[in-house]
């Protein structure tokens, strides 16, 4: 089992400030991501780096950014929150399994509401 | 339209009983399917996958059935304890080829003493 970190467990801010959600795994997977998830609604993909140096932008569009300076350490921020910004995000990493599809480990997230 | 989505956004029962969660896909190349697990308060956790060219898998107290003729995926759980009690996610590999998983609209499962 992976082990995965995301801090802090919940942030209230007010509009314009500018935060960053961390997120640390233990276990050198090369893999991680960034969800946005919506209570009781599905995860949607904003960010992934598959090793250091290395981002992408997902699939929804999201005004946060990140950087993947080292292996263990993958953190999300946002230059001036806005309230519909307001949202869990869920910070995952993966092994690989030789060929195919990876199986995703998720941190316990990050409830940020934006006042 | 969404590529996976599940049937019912709620599912009660009673303890003991067991649980049939249901989700549909549209995309007919997808070829990997998993499914997730989110308690209250944190992060979605893996319970059991299967590829395109299986039709059952069973782990333990679960079964993941997938049938391709319809799309459809389910997930059932045998002899459901209240630690069930969940919202359930299923996923499919990104029907693109980039391997990245697509999630569904999730169930929410209720056990009830």
């Known amino acids: 089992e992976a082990d995965i970190y995301q801090t802090p467990r919940y942030l209230v801010i007010g509009t314009g400030k500018k935060i960053t959600l961390e997120c640390s795994q233990t276990m050198g997977h090369d893999k991680m991501y960034w969800y946005q998830q919506d209570p009781g609604m599905e995860l949607h993909l904003i960010h992934y780096?598959?090793?250091?140096?290395?981002?992408e932008k997902g699939d929804l569009s999201s005004e946060s950014t990140v950087s993947r300076i080292r292996t263990e350490h993958f953190p999300l921020t946002l230059e001036s929150a806005r309230p519909s910004h307001t949202s869990q995000y869920l910070c995952a990493s993966s092994v690989e399994r030789g060929a195919g599809p990876e199986k995703l480990f998720f941190g316990s997230g990050t409830q940020l509401s934006v006042l | 339209g969404e590529s996976v989505g599940l049937h019912l956004p709620t599912l009660s029962v009673q303890e003991g009983d067991n649980s049939i969660i249901n989700c549909a896909y549209s995309?007919?190349?997808?070829?990997?399917f998993i499914w997730y697990k989110q308690e209250s308060g944190k992060g979605p956790q893996f319970i059991i996958d299967i590829r395109s060219n299986m039709d059952k898998r069973q782990g333990q107290r679960v079964t993941v059935l997938l049938n391709k003729t319809v799309k459809h995926l389910s997930l059932q759980i045998a002899a459901t304890q209240p630690g069930d009690s969940a919202v359930y996610f299923c996923?499919?590999?990104?029907?693109?080829?980039?391997?990245?998983?697509?999630f569904g609209k999730g169930t929410k499962l209720t056990v009830n003493p």
């Open positions: 996923a499919e590999t990104d029907p693109g080829g980039s391997e990245k998983l697509v």
């Open positions: 995309n007919s190349a997808s070829d990997y």
């Open positions: 780096s598959y090793g250091v140096n290395s981002t």
